[in-house]
DNA sequence: AATACAAATTTGTCTAGGACAAAAAATGAC
DNA sequence: GTCATTTTTTGTCCTAGACAAATTTGTATT
């Protein structure tokens, strides 16, 4: 495997593999015919342990005086602190036939109303497939399957067509951030508090969303970063957006990456999905608190 | 704006923007207090002009030998060629609101069964489309816009849960490429030649794929490589993947990336649509020929 | 002991310029 | 014209050094 296939395997960047190498002495890979690195399994597998790890906070120093043995432990340490124990989802998650998940989230929100169901089982569920990723028991391919089919089911929850008269929001993810669920359930709170959702599944470069905010006449642009975006390049493109968009316009953004930043103009920091009903009852003034049940 | 954010901009690699300026003298950036590169909007714009003509096969001596003027105007010649002229398709994509596009795509595939919504009407707006991004008519952002209402109304198209019985095909597509609603019409397609899909609509790394396609018991796995990937990364990954998938299960590629690829055991390409119900037909002996409406 | 500030360390991303294989174009032979 | 061979073009990799931002450690003050 070459740098540039594992770079965009485990999302670490090309100068960042070389400079462990060079610096810690890890990953050292072997060399084709030209000198070039050459990743085997193995060092792929080590250094998504490594992610992991760097992402729950542990930093690359101390991660990289370990032994892979010792890493792995830490990692299920660090991962076996409290997180949904709830048997139908452990069921859900580990055991069931693909072709069953979807409809058995399709019970669960019949059963729930929507709010409910995101509260009470979205929101655990989610909690459960970062546990899973990180202690190494889901596959990265079971949690795709999974999160797709929750992404799927709210999708059709949203509204799809603003009315025009609300003022809307509109919800996306930047170029490069692949995590698009936490920001999704929080589309769908905010439209059930009042504030119709414009969501956008698709990646949108920086420089398109202040011109695609002004067209669609939003107060808000929503965005999510999560853990995978290093904090650094969320900071910058926050203030990017910030300067160029609209000031009026308010920017919502949530995720790991933000969690304690320095506030910019007409920034709110979401960090938690119960606090989507305050926000947008504090920033928004809903013209009306409807919820109208699926 | 940084090379880095830049590159994600506009998906053109750190080093190759780094030597492009060394060879051809543009872009030149200004700098910054360190001497890190700095990049105009301006300059983003070009770039964007420059990237396009190199999707549509112009080469990088050719294109910066030009004026940016006379880049523009090349870029409209291009793209005068042959494109759909369906006035009902122009007005959807330059005009509508964007809350009626997607009652107006429902509308349409309500008129017309499944597969005949798929060659007459979603193949020409997605060749509409392309034309308004290649020809610099059609924001970035307005083009997500439609195309992610056309993929959420043919998601709900997609059975979702496969019968079990029936061999099916996974459809997925590769970290880091963006363009999913060809692969996605190819999956109505298929379905309607009676091979089940399992659409997974987030990108996977390539790793990750033989394992799920085991425990999907799928018959083959179908990707798409478009014009944004590069040719050679497009090549890496695909034998990459061939050597660690079953060599019993087909890999179906699509995409502007694999026009003229040779050829790797078990790989078929397909680069138009058209195709696919011969493919299906020569290659899976399909159950049933059977064609559901909806 | 807790808080605030300064110094030291860690860490990721940038810099430069060189090398080389794969792809494309140009050349020559038939 | 077509095919095989050379030449040019092009993107990605290489090394090794620099430095700011973030974090930790150390010290002084309340």
Redesign the interface.
């Known amino acids: 495997?070459?740098i540039?296939?594992l770079s965009?395997?485990?999302g670490i960047g090309i100068d960042t593999l070389r400079i462990w190498e060079r610096r810690y002495g890890f990953p050292v890979p072997d060399r084709d015919a030209r000198g070039h690195r050459s990743y085997s399994?193995q060092q792929?597998e080590e250094l998504r342990v490594v992610k992991t790890l760097q992402s729950l906070g542990q930093r690359p120093g101390k991660i990289f005086s370990l032994t892979p043995a010792q890493r792995r432990e830490l990692l299920s340490e660090l991962s076996a602190q409290g997180f949904p124990q709830d048997r139908g989802l452990q069921k859900l998650v580990y055991q069931m036939?693909?072709?069953?998940i979807?409809?058995e989230m399709s019970r669960q929100l019949d059963a729930l109303d929507l709010v409910n169901f995101i509260h009470q089982y979205a929101v655990p569920l989610l909690q459960l497939l970062d546990h899973g990723w990180n202690s190494g028991q889901l596959?990265?391919?079971?949690e795709?399957?999974i999160?797709?089919?929750l992404?799927?089911l709210l999708?059709?929850r949203l509204s799809?067509?603003?009315?025009?008269s609300d003022p809307s929001i509109l919800f996306l993810t930047l170029?490069?951030e692949?995590h698009k669920l936490g920001l999704l359930l929080a589309a769908v709170l905010f439209e059930q508090a009042g504030l119709p959702a414009?969501?956008?599944?698709?990646?949108?470069?920086?420089?398109?969303?202040p011109?695609?905010a002004q067209?669609?006449e939003v107060v808000a642009v929503a965005l999510s970063f999560s853990g995978h975006y290093s904090a650094r390049?969320a900071k910058?493109?926050l203030s990017?957006l910030r300067k160029s968009l609209d000031p009026a316009i308010k920017i919502i953004a949530g995720g790991h990456a933000v969690r304690q930043f320095t506030s910019l103009p007409n920034l709110l920091i979401c960090n938690d999905l119960k606090q989507v009903d305050l926000l947008a009852k504090r920033y928004f003034q809903p013209s009306s608190g409807r919820k109208d049940k699926s």
């Open positions: 495997m070459t540039q296939q965009q395997e485990i399994l792929v036939r693909p072709g069953e979807g409809s596959s990265i391919a079971r795709h399957l999160s797709d089919q992404e799927a999708r059709t799809g067509s603003s009315t025009g170029s490069g692949r414009i969501w956008l599944s698709e990646e949108l470069p920086l420089s398109e969303v011109a695609l067209e669609l390049q910058q493109n990017s």
